[in-house]
């Protein structure tokens, strides 16, 4: 599984914008022949970046259309790969936070279960109720996006995902946290993670330094982006390896039965 994190700067509010510079670097992804893609992960709200002005910038969606699901389904189609980012949205009078996951094989989205109220976020968005993991070209996904990261139980693993995938717009003052708690999900959950994060400063002078990694089920990284750089980072993810290391070291066998309550 080819995977490809795209660390980026945002264009404050400018959809059309971000569509037209992730195109171009999606469209490098797929070029590389040797390195074909599989799988483009985007940041969190790619299109707008993290704003709390739903009313102004969200986009309208019914359940089968949207501006940028249509454009993730028409890149997807044309080079045979996964993309997956969060979309600021509006549906049926309520703003979400909406993580897409678009393949030729299929499409599904989650909605932000946590949201993010020190910049109140859950004043603007409704919270999604559903945890979702989608299957696609041999491993199993589990979708979260940026909050998400702080809240292990929600994202435990029952033997039914094999990468973590977190979207981010997580602010430089708690880059630590973010880089010390992705390594955690990893270890714990004795899967791959994914966490790509933004780089720059937003539309209110908060700033990003990135921090995106792609990290094996050990909690060693597979690869790295520089710190506020934007930055294309790949890495190939081996389920045989994955399979063989929780044959070897089977902790989920006395992992701790609970019920999650939502």
Not at 128 to 148: H, S
Not at 163 to 174: F, K, Q, S, T
Not at 230 to 246: D, G, H, Q, V
Request: proline share 5%; glycine share 4%; net charge negative.
């Amino acid at each position: 599984m080819n995977v490809y994190a795209l660390q980026s700067a945002l264009y404050w509010q400018q959809p059309e914008r971000n569509r037209e510079y992730f195109e171009a670097l999606i469209a490098d992804c797929a070029a590389n022949l040797d390195r074909r893609a599989d799988l483009v992960v985007l940041p969190e709200m790619f299109t707008t970046g993290f704003a709390m002005t739903p009313e102004t910038m969200a986009e309208p969606v019914t359940p089968d259309s949207g501006p940028t699901l249509d454009w993730m389904r028409r890149l997807s189609a044309q080079h045979n790969c996964a993309i997956t980012g969060s979309v600021a949205v509006k549906q049926d009078d309520h703003y979400f936070n909406r993580l897409y996951w678009v393949s030729p094989e299929g499409e599904t989205h989650y909605d932000k279960r946590h949201l993010f109220r020190m910049a109140g976020e859950h004043e603007h968005y409704r919270a999604g109720r559903e945890r979702c993991v989608v299957p696609f070209r041999g491993l199993r996904f589990c979708l979260q996006v940026c909050y998400d990261l702080r809240f292990p139980v929600f994202s435990r693993n029952r033997n039914d995902y094999d990468v973590l995938v977190y979207v981010a717009n997580w602010p430089e003052p708690r880059r630590h946290a973010w880089s010390s708690l992705l390594v955690a999900r990893a270890i714990e959950n004795l899967s791959f993670a994914i966490g790509v994060n933004r780089v720059g400063e937003d539309g209110n002078d908060i700033a990003y330094s990135g921090d995106s990694a792609i990290i094996d089920f050990k909690g060693q990284p597979l690869a790295q982006a520089r710190e506020h750089h934007p930055e294309i980072i790949f890495a190939t993810l081996e389920k045989s390896e994955l399979e063989a290391f929780r044959e070897k070291f089977p902790a989920m066998l006395d992992a701790d039965e609970f019920d999650l309550q939502i």
